[in-house]
Protein backbone atom coordinates (compact mmCIF):
# COMPACT_ATOMS: atom_id res chain seq x y z
CA UNK A 1 0.00 0.00 0.00
CA UNK A 2 1.65 3.55 -1.16
CA UNK A 3 1.29 6.55 0.66
CA UNK A 4 -1.62 8.24 -0.98
CA UNK A 5 -3.39 5.58 -0.23
CA UNK A 6 -2.74 4.75 3.44
CA UNK A 7 -3.77 8.08 3.99
CA UNK A 8 -6.44 8.10 2.11
CA UNK A 9 -7.46 4.73 4.19
CA UNK A 10 -6.81 6.22 7.74
CA UNK A 11 -9.71 7.40 9.58
CA UNK A 12 -9.62 10.81 10.75
CA UNK A 13 -12.86 13.30 11.05
CA UNK A 14 -12.86 16.62 12.23
CA UNK A 15 -12.11 17.21 15.91
CA UNK A 16 -10.38 13.22 15.60
CA UNK A 17 -7.11 13.77 13.39
CA UNK A 18 -5.12 10.95 16.09
CA UNK A 19 -4.61 8.30 13.52
CA UNK A 20 -4.15 10.54 10.16
CA UNK A 21 -1.32 12.62 12.32
CA UNK A 22 0.53 9.98 13.52
CA UNK A 23 1.08 8.66 10.07
CA UNK A 24 2.41 12.21 8.72
CA UNK A 25 4.68 12.44 11.22
CA UNK A 26 6.00 9.18 10.87
CA UNK A 27 6.61 9.40 7.28
CA UNK A 28 7.35 13.29 7.19
CA UNK A 29 10.42 13.50 10.16
CA UNK A 30 13.41 12.45 8.38
CA UNK A 31 12.96 15.26 6.25
CA UNK A 32 12.99 18.07 8.53
CA UNK A 33 14.68 19.87 11.37
CA UNK A 34 12.14 20.03 13.85
CA UNK A 35 8.52 18.47 14.20
CA UNK A 36 5.99 19.49 17.00
CA UNK A 37 1.94 19.10 17.80
CA UNK A 38 0.61 22.33 19.08
CA UNK A 39 -1.96 22.13 21.81
CA UNK A 40 -4.82 22.25 19.51
CA UNK A 41 -3.02 19.36 17.39
CA UNK A 42 -1.85 20.38 14.18
CA UNK A 43 1.14 19.26 12.99
CA UNK A 44 4.32 21.21 12.21
CA UNK A 45 7.12 20.18 10.52
CA UNK A 46 10.28 22.40 10.23
CA UNK A 47 12.67 22.92 7.51
CA UNK A 48 15.47 25.24 8.58
CA UNK A 49 16.87 27.48 5.54
CA UNK A 50 17.71 31.24 4.94
CA UNK A 51 15.39 33.55 3.19
CA UNK A 52 11.49 33.82 3.46
CA UNK A 53 9.71 32.29 5.83
CA UNK A 54 7.62 30.01 3.88
CA UNK A 55 4.54 28.54 5.28
CA UNK A 56 2.87 25.57 3.11
CA UNK A 57 -0.45 23.98 4.66
CA UNK A 58 -3.01 21.03 3.99
CA UNK A 59 -5.68 20.18 6.22
CA UNK A 60 -5.28 16.42 7.69
CA UNK A 61 -9.50 16.05 9.04
CA UNK A 62 -11.89 14.42 6.74
CA UNK A 63 -15.76 15.26 6.82
CA UNK A 64 -17.86 12.08 8.70
CA UNK A 65 -20.24 11.78 10.92
CA UNK A 66 -21.45 11.67 14.75
CA UNK A 67 -23.66 9.74 17.44
CA UNK A 68 -26.34 12.22 17.80
CA UNK A 69 -28.92 9.62 19.42
CA UNK A 70 -29.40 6.01 19.65
CA UNK A 71 -33.11 4.74 19.89
CA UNK A 72 -34.60 1.65 21.44
CA UNK A 73 -33.97 -1.10 19.06
CA UNK A 74 -29.84 0.13 18.47
CA UNK A 75 -30.60 2.35 15.66
CA UNK A 76 -27.50 4.93 15.73
CA UNK A 77 -28.74 8.73 14.37
CA UNK A 78 -25.97 10.92 13.60
CA UNK A 79 -25.08 14.75 12.97
CA UNK A 80 -23.00 15.55 9.95
CA UNK A 81 -19.18 16.83 10.37
CA UNK A 82 -18.87 18.98 7.51
CA UNK A 83 -20.43 20.23 4.09
CA UNK A 84 -21.92 16.88 3.43
CA UNK A 85 -24.82 16.28 0.98
CA UNK A 86 -27.10 14.06 2.64
CA UNK A 87 -28.19 12.44 -0.97
CA UNK A 88 -24.50 10.80 -0.81
CA UNK A 89 -24.99 8.96 2.55
CA UNK A 90 -27.91 6.13 1.83
CA UNK A 91 -26.02 2.90 1.16
CA UNK A 92 -22.45 3.87 2.65
CA UNK A 93 -20.86 1.75 5.01
CA UNK A 94 -19.14 3.54 8.14
CA UNK A 95 -16.49 2.57 10.44
CA UNK A 96 -17.14 2.69 14.15
CA UNK A 97 -14.07 2.80 16.31
CA UNK A 98 -14.41 2.95 20.57
CA UNK A 99 -11.70 2.02 22.92
CA UNK A 100 -13.04 -1.50 23.02
CA UNK A 101 -13.26 -2.50 19.32
CA UNK A 102 -13.76 -1.33 15.83
CA UNK A 103 -17.16 -2.04 14.30
CA UNK A 104 -18.83 -1.30 11.29
CA UNK A 105 -22.66 -0.08 10.07
CA UNK A 106 -24.71 0.85 6.84
CA UNK A 107 -26.45 3.88 6.56
CA UNK A 108 -30.26 3.54 6.00
CA UNK A 109 -33.92 5.16 6.43
CA UNK A 110 -37.06 3.84 6.97
CA UNK A 111 -38.34 3.73 3.64
CA UNK A 112 -35.24 2.11 2.35
CA UNK A 113 -35.22 -0.48 5.31
CA UNK A 114 -38.31 -1.80 4.55
CA UNK A 115 -38.02 -2.02 1.00
CA UNK A 116 -40.05 0.31 -0.54
CA UNK A 117 -39.14 2.68 -3.25
CA UNK A 118 -38.10 6.36 -2.26
CA UNK A 119 -40.61 9.10 -3.09
CA UNK A 120 -38.46 11.50 -1.66
CA UNK A 121 -34.76 12.05 -0.77
CA UNK A 122 -34.74 11.65 3.29
CA UNK A 123 -33.52 14.29 5.25
CA UNK A 124 -31.05 13.83 7.37
CA UNK A 125 -33.11 13.59 10.54
CA UNK A 126 -34.48 10.41 8.76
CA UNK A 127 -31.64 8.70 8.57
CA UNK A 128 -29.53 6.08 10.61
CA UNK A 129 -26.87 3.65 10.89
CA UNK A 130 -27.43 0.21 10.98
CA UNK A 131 -25.33 -2.15 13.02
CA UNK A 132 -27.45 -5.08 13.58
CA UNK A 133 -26.76 -4.55 17.43
CA UNK A 134 -29.45 -3.58 19.87
CA UNK A 135 -28.91 -0.49 22.43
CA UNK A 136 -27.53 -2.56 24.59
CA UNK A 137 -25.04 -4.17 22.54
CA UNK A 138 -24.22 -0.92 21.33
CA UNK A 139 -23.26 0.11 24.79
CA UNK A 140 -21.30 -3.08 26.17
CA UNK A 141 -19.06 -2.16 22.67
CA UNK A 142 -18.51 1.80 23.70
CA UNK A 143 -20.74 3.17 21.34
CA UNK A 144 -22.39 6.19 22.60
CA UNK A 145 -23.53 9.65 22.40
CA UNK A 146 -20.29 11.61 20.50
CA UNK A 147 -18.92 8.60 19.01
CA UNK A 148 -17.31 9.31 15.26
CA UNK A 149 -18.70 7.55 12.52
CA UNK A 150 -16.43 8.04 9.42
CA UNK A 151 -17.21 7.36 5.69
CA UNK A 152 -15.44 3.42 4.89
CA UNK A 153 -14.54 2.99 1.30
CA UNK A 154 -11.43 1.28 -0.35
CA UNK A 155 -8.90 3.40 -2.35
CA UNK A 156 -9.19 2.22 -5.71
CA UNK A 157 -8.61 2.61 -9.72
CA UNK A 158 -11.55 3.39 -12.45
CA UNK A 159 -10.41 2.54 -16.04
CA UNK A 160 -6.80 3.64 -15.55
CA UNK A 161 -3.58 3.18 -13.75
CA UNK A 162 -4.30 7.66 -13.41
CA UNK A 163 -7.82 7.55 -11.92
CA UNK A 164 -8.06 6.82 -8.66
CA UNK A 165 -11.36 6.92 -6.10
CA UNK A 166 -11.94 6.54 -2.44
CA UNK A 167 -12.87 8.66 0.40
CA UNK A 168 -11.05 11.77 2.29
CA UNK A 169 -9.20 12.92 -0.74
CA UNK A 170 -10.41 16.18 0.73
CA UNK A 171 -7.43 16.81 1.96
CA UNK A 172 -5.41 13.89 2.44
CA UNK A 173 -4.46 14.79 -0.99
CA UNK A 174 -2.26 17.68 -0.25
CA UNK A 175 -0.93 16.23 2.72
CA UNK A 176 0.29 13.38 0.96
CA UNK A 177 2.18 16.84 -1.76
CA UNK A 178 3.62 18.38 1.82
CA UNK A 179 5.38 14.79 2.46
CA UNK A 180 6.57 14.69 -0.78
CA UNK A 181 7.41 17.89 -0.95
CA UNK A 182 10.19 17.71 2.30
CA UNK A 183 11.30 14.78 0.69
CA UNK A 184 12.22 16.44 -1.89
CA UNK A 185 13.34 19.50 -0.74
CA UNK A 186 15.03 18.29 2.40
CA UNK A 187 19.03 20.05 1.22
CA UNK A 188 17.26 22.97 -0.35
CA UNK A 189 18.04 26.17 1.43
CA UNK A 190 14.86 27.24 1.73
CA UNK A 191 13.02 27.96 4.92
CA UNK A 192 9.82 26.35 5.14
CA UNK A 193 7.08 25.40 7.26
CA UNK A 194 5.09 21.59 6.38
CA UNK A 195 1.91 22.57 8.63
CA UNK A 196 -1.01 20.03 8.77
CA UNK A 197 -3.79 21.48 10.63
CA UNK A 198 -7.12 20.21 12.47
CA UNK A 199 -11.14 20.99 11.91
CA UNK A 200 -11.00 22.67 8.61
CA UNK A 201 -13.78 21.54 7.67
CA UNK A 202 -15.91 22.96 10.75
CA UNK A 203 -14.34 26.45 10.76
CA UNK A 204 -10.69 26.64 8.82
CA UNK A 205 -9.71 26.66 12.64
CA UNK A 206 -6.14 25.04 12.56
CA UNK A 207 -4.73 27.71 9.58
CA UNK A 208 -5.66 30.88 11.94
CA UNK A 209 -3.89 28.94 14.94
CA UNK A 210 -0.50 28.25 13.12
CA UNK A 211 -0.18 31.13 11.22
CA UNK A 212 -0.89 33.48 14.30
CA UNK A 213 2.28 31.52 16.06
CA UNK A 214 4.55 30.86 12.86
CA UNK A 215 4.09 34.59 11.49
CA UNK A 216 4.97 33.56 8.21
CA UNK A 217 6.10 36.15 5.39
CA UNK A 218 3.63 34.34 2.99
CA UNK A 219 2.03 30.87 2.57
CA UNK A 220 0.19 28.48 0.38
CA UNK A 221 -2.44 26.31 0.94
CA UNK A 222 -2.78 22.65 -0.94
CA UNK A 223 -5.92 21.65 -1.22
CA UNK A 224 -8.29 20.08 -2.89
CA UNK A 225 -10.84 21.96 -5.61
CA UNK A 226 -14.49 20.62 -6.91
CA UNK A 227 -14.02 19.91 -10.53
CA UNK A 228 -17.25 21.19 -12.12
CA UNK A 229 -16.14 19.06 -15.56
CA UNK A 230 -19.82 17.62 -16.28
CA UNK A 231 -20.73 21.16 -16.48
CA UNK A 232 -19.01 24.36 -16.74
CA UNK A 233 -15.63 22.58 -18.03
CA UNK A 234 -13.55 25.51 -16.11
CA UNK A 235 -11.78 23.20 -13.52
CA UNK A 236 -11.24 19.65 -15.18
CA UNK A 237 -9.90 16.33 -13.64
CA UNK A 238 -6.71 15.71 -15.67
CA UNK A 239 -6.20 18.99 -16.93
CA UNK A 240 -3.85 20.42 -14.04
CA UNK A 241 -3.30 21.86 -10.71
CA UNK A 242 -6.13 24.88 -10.10
CA UNK A 243 -4.59 28.32 -9.04
CA UNK A 244 -7.38 30.10 -7.18
CA UNK A 245 -7.87 33.65 -7.82
CA UNK A 246 -11.34 33.82 -6.11
CA UNK A 247 -13.43 31.58 -3.99
CA UNK A 248 -16.48 32.46 -1.73
CA UNK A 249 -13.96 33.77 0.84
CA UNK A 250 -10.65 34.54 -0.30
CA UNK A 251 -8.70 36.32 -3.21
CA UNK A 252 -5.12 34.20 -3.96
CA UNK A 253 -2.50 36.89 -3.59
CA UNK A 254 -1.38 38.22 -7.10
CA UNK A 255 2.10 38.43 -6.39
CA UNK A 256 2.22 34.70 -5.59
CA UNK A 257 -0.20 33.60 -8.21
CA UNK A 258 1.78 35.46 -10.86
CA UNK A 259 5.20 33.40 -9.94
CA UNK A 260 3.26 30.20 -10.06
CA UNK A 261 2.07 30.73 -13.36
CA UNK A 262 5.11 32.46 -15.08
CA UNK A 263 6.66 28.83 -13.50
CA UNK A 264 3.81 26.65 -15.19
CA UNK A 265 4.83 28.50 -18.47
CA UNK A 266 8.36 28.37 -18.19
CA UNK A 267 8.36 24.53 -17.01
CA UNK A 268 5.29 23.54 -19.40
CA UNK A 269 3.24 22.54 -16.92
CA UNK A 270 -0.52 22.79 -17.54
CA UNK A 271 -2.39 24.94 -14.94
CA UNK A 272 -6.21 25.76 -14.37
CA UNK A 273 -7.86 29.35 -13.11
CA UNK A 274 -10.25 28.72 -10.28
CA UNK A 275 -12.45 31.48 -9.96
CA UNK A 276 -15.37 30.22 -7.61
CA UNK A 277 -18.37 31.61 -5.94
CA UNK A 278 -18.72 28.80 -3.57
CA UNK A 279 -16.23 26.95 -1.11
CA UNK A 280 -13.04 28.12 0.36
CA UNK A 281 -10.20 26.95 2.36
CA UNK A 282 -7.90 27.83 5.12
CA UNK A 283 -6.40 30.66 3.40
CA UNK A 284 -9.24 32.57 4.39
CA UNK A 285 -8.15 32.66 7.44
CA UNK A 286 -4.12 32.51 7.61
CA UNK A 287 -4.13 35.63 5.30
CA UNK A 288 -5.76 37.86 7.79
CA UNK A 289 -3.57 36.68 10.79
CA UNK A 290 -1.67 39.12 12.52
CA UNK A 291 -0.98 42.00 10.28
CA UNK A 292 -2.02 39.84 7.28
CA UNK A 293 -0.11 36.70 5.79
CA UNK A 294 0.04 37.07 1.71
CA UNK A 295 -1.54 33.52 0.58
CA UNK A 296 -2.90 31.35 -2.23
CA UNK A 297 -4.59 28.36 -2.88
CA UNK A 298 -3.07 25.78 -5.14
CA UNK A 299 -5.91 23.05 -5.65
CA UNK A 300 -6.14 19.64 -7.05
CA UNK A 301 -9.71 19.16 -9.07
CA UNK A 302 -11.56 16.21 -7.85
CA UNK A 303 -15.22 14.77 -8.84
CA UNK A 304 -17.95 14.10 -5.96
CA UNK A 305 -15.81 16.63 -2.99
CA UNK A 306 -17.10 15.64 0.13
CA UNK A 307 -18.12 11.98 -0.52
CA UNK A 308 -16.64 8.61 -0.48
CA UNK A 309 -16.59 8.11 -4.28
CA UNK A 310 -14.00 11.19 -5.08
CA UNK A 311 -12.42 10.67 -8.25
CA UNK A 312 -9.00 12.67 -9.25
CA UNK A 313 -6.04 12.32 -11.69
CA UNK A 314 -2.38 11.11 -10.60
CA UNK A 315 -1.60 13.68 -13.18
CA UNK A 316 -2.63 16.68 -11.53
CA UNK A 317 -1.24 15.45 -8.35
CA UNK A 318 2.14 14.85 -10.01
CA UNK A 319 1.74 18.56 -11.53
CA UNK A 320 1.41 20.57 -8.74
CA UNK A 321 4.05 18.75 -6.35
CA UNK A 322 6.30 19.52 -9.19
CA UNK A 323 5.12 23.46 -9.73
CA UNK A 324 6.04 23.83 -5.57
CA UNK A 325 8.95 22.12 -6.33
CA UNK A 326 10.00 24.56 -8.39
CA UNK A 327 8.86 27.66 -6.77
CA UNK A 328 9.88 26.32 -3.35
CA UNK A 329 13.90 25.16 -4.78
CA UNK A 330 14.66 29.29 -4.90
CA UNK A 331 11.81 31.21 -3.46
CA UNK A 332 11.78 34.75 -4.63
CA UNK A 333 12.24 37.41 -2.31
CA UNK A 334 9.98 40.28 -2.25
CA UNK A 335 8.10 42.71 0.10
CA UNK A 336 5.80 44.18 -2.75
CA UNK A 337 2.21 42.13 -2.55
CA UNK A 338 -0.11 44.13 -4.46
Known amino acids: MNLLERLVSTFSVSGNEGAVRKLIRA ?8 IYIDKMGNL ?6 IGPK ?7 DEVGLM ?3 IDSRGKIYFSMIGGIDPVMLLGERVHIETNKQIMHGVISSKDVNDGFVLKKIPEIEDMFVDTGLSKEGLKRRGVEIGTYLSLERDFYF ?22 KLAERLKKSKSDIYYVFTIQEEVGLIGGAITAYNIQPDWGI ?3 C ?3 NDASENTKIVGAGPCITIKDEETI ?9 MDIAKKKRLPIQRDVSDVGTTDAATISISRGGVPSTVVGVPIRNLHTAVSVANKNDIDNTLKLLEYLLKNPPKTNVWV
Open 252 to 260: GNRVINKWL
Open 221 to 223: VVD
Open 54 to 60: IMLTAHM
Open 44 to 49: IAHKEG
Open 158 to 179: LGSNKIICGKAFDDRIGCYILI
Open 225 to 227: IEA
Open 27 to 34: EIKDHVDD
Open 67 to 69: VKK
